[in-house]
């Protein structure tokens, strides 16, 4: 049986079959089951996309003590950092580096080799108020910087946490714009079924994850009914309903890769490239800018709650921590549901569509 790509096994002396990712110049990673089983293939997908490259790591040889060179390449090996998951561990880094070659305002030498205790308040104010047209930056400025000096008081490289006292500009927007179903059937009336778009469209969907999961998804991934998926984010493991429509979509497609998506050169998707080529879909299908991949997910949560889902329900598809980040859509649905039954009492209509005598 072909095992996939760095993957070698053996039978040890119990028996047992034994498999693990090797490859050049990375730790070697044990991963569990048979190749290409559900549990062995996740185990897979996190190695390849989270093992670090030693030979690519900062030294801590090459950094003076006490400063934020060497905070931080203590901070990359901690447990904090590490439990993160591969996505949000991309996300801080380059926050971090950023911010390490950045220069302090009246200082002269970059971040990264000034002190860790001659940070202040001040400080940080000044480096959120420069990141101050984008909102959504700054939050996330602030809220990486202030995991780093939380780390460096458990370091004992500083008494207090000068983020403390800063506040972060607050977003004006709800986020990513979530589709109408006017976009929708815009969409797939100009991707038919059997191509690359309207599988895309149909996996965020009728899936309700996020871009970074749907290009990992593949065949092996389907298990009867159900699409198993475990979050690059979170790590939660979902089993989903295969909705009618999407198991049609999937099966009118060539099974010709381990994943439903490629890219023309038959290669998984990164999420920068995915995000860029179903910009590119729904210009084609005339939907404005603004509209992404994750209104998709957005749009699935929204039609969840319209069908009188519970927030639990929602979340046990579309696999949100927190029930708070549902309570928009079911909020929403509640409101709508209980302005037409008012409306009705109040101003009573036959099912022609024609008022029945006076207002209540």
Request: a positive charge; proline letters at 5%.
């Amino acid at each position: 049986m072909r095992k996939p790509k760095y993957t070698h096994g053996f039978i040890d002396r119990h028996g047992r079959p034994r498999f693990y990712l090797r490859r050049e110049s990375f730790k070697q990673v044990p991963l569990p089951g048979l190749p290409w089983s559900p549990e062995f293939m996740f185990a897979y997908e996190d190695a390849m996309n989270g093992e670090t490259n030693p030979s690519r790591e900062v030294g801590a040889k090459r950094t003076n003590l006490g400063t934020f060179d060497a905070l931080i390449v203590r901070f990359y090996r901690s447990t904090i950092f590490l439990s993160w998951s591969a996505e949000t561990q991309r996300t801080r880094r380059n926050i971090i580096e950023r911010f390490r070659a950045d220069t302090m305002p009246g200082a002269k030498l970059n971040n990264g080799r000034c002190r860790v205790a001659h940070l202040l308040s001040k400080h940080v104010d000044a480096m959120i108020a420069a990141k101050a047209e984008t909102p959504f930056a700054a939050r996330n400025f602030r809220k990486t910087l202030r995991a780093l000096m939380r780390f460096a008081i458990s370091e004992g490289m500083r008494k207090d946490d000068p983020t403390e006292r800063t506040n972060a500009p607050k977003a004006k927007t709800s986020g990513f714009k979530t589709w109408n179903e006017d976009q929708i059937t815009a969409f797939e009336a100009c991707h038919e079924i059997g191509c690359r778009a309207r599988r895309a469209f149909a996996l965020l969907l009728y899936t309700a994850q996020r871009r970074g999961d749907v290009i990992r998804m593949g065949w092996q991934h389907i298990k009867n009914d159900l699409l198993l998926v475990r979050q690059k984010k979170t790590g939660a493991e979902l089993a989903i309903p295969m909705h009618p429509q999407l198991r049609a979509i999937l099966d009118a497609a060539e099974r010709t890769n381990l994943t439903f998506l490629t890219t023309n050169g038959g290669k998984p998707f990164s999420s920068a490239g995915f995000g860029n080529i179903f910009r590119e879909w729904c210009e084609q299908a005339g939907i404005p800018q603004g509209y992404s991949a994750h209104g998709l997910r957005k749009a699935a949560c929204r039609r969840l709650a319209e069908a009188g889902c519970t927030e639990k329900q929602i979340a046990a598809i579309s696999g949100h921590a927190s029930l708070s980040e549902v309570q928009r859509y079911t909020k929403a649905a509640d409101q709508e549901r209980l302005a037409r039954a008012a409306m009705q009492l109040a101003y009573p209509v036959s099912e022609t569509g024609t008022r029945i005598g006076k207002p209540k």
